[in-house]
């Protein structure tokens, strides 16, 4: 099985750097339908400058204090519950909070001997943010590696069709608290990382197309007709 929030899109890019802020493009951001682990990806954190910008990030934490990047077994997803008392994720989430910017992602359901891809997304469409943590690690020739982790909870009860777990969205609301510098404290960590409104959000089946990584295009979030669960 594709692990919780193992893929996701970014389909809409035209307002991106509005809806999140961004004054500075420096990032090239095309529409993305099949996101995968160790691939590179926009990421929104707010520096020491204060203005938020776009990094470019790859899927799958590597700690700043990693010997050797080629040895570390990368995280994609960090659990909600707990994060402070994980060494990968300790420090990141005093320090080093970000935004990924999403429109849906992609879940699996056993149907018989397969597995039936879904695609949850907000039923308006708008763009949503995942909670994240990234690091830094730095080569001894002063080379950098930047990636990041996508915090996942506790299910909604559309999400639990499909999964124990969901991806973190952050409410629009919150995203500056948890963007904000400094540690959180716990209590506002926990409230933060809730589950989504299920009332939001919509799944419905699509082509088994989204199983290769290596898949692109629009075609692969159609619907797949009269699959939807109901909620």
């Keep these: 099985m594709i692990p919780v929030c193992g893929r996701f899109t970014i389909t809409v890019t035209i307002g991106l750097p509005e809806r999140f802020g961004v004054k500075t493009r420096e990032v090239q951001i095309e529409p993305r339908y ?18 938020r910008i776009f990094v470019e990030m790859v899927w799958g934490l590597v700690p700043h204090w990693a010997k050797d990047p080629s040895a570390v077994r990368r995280s994609i997803n960090a659990r909600a519950e707990g994060l402070g008392e994980r ?46 943590l990234y690091d830094t690690w730095k080569t001894p020739d002063g080379n950098r590696l930047r990636t990041f982790v996508i915090i996942t909870t506790e299910p909604n009860r559309l999400v639990s069709c499909y999964h124990d777990r969901m991806p973190a969205i952050l409410r629009e609301e919150d995203e500056k608290l948890w963007l904000s510098p400094g540690p959180l404290p716990d209590s ?33 979030i159609r619907r797949v007709q009269d699959s939807t669960l109901p909620v």
């Design 188 to 220: 506002t960590v926990r409230e933060l990382l809730a589950p989504y409104p299920a009332e939001l959000l919509e799944a419905y089946r699509v082509s088994r197309r989204v199983n290769d990584p290596a898949s692109e295009g629009e075609d692969l």
């Design 87 to 132: 060494p990968s994720f300790r420090d990141p989430l005093q320090r080093s909070r970000c935004l990924v910017p999403a429109n849906g992602f992609y879940e699996w359901k056993k149907a018989g001997k397969v597995s039936e891809p879904y695609y949850i997304h907000r039923k308006d469409d708008r763009l949503c943010a995942f909670a994240g």
């Design 34 to 51: 099949n996101i995968a682990p160790s691939q590179p990806v926009p990421v929104i954190i707010r520096p020491e400058s204060g203005e």
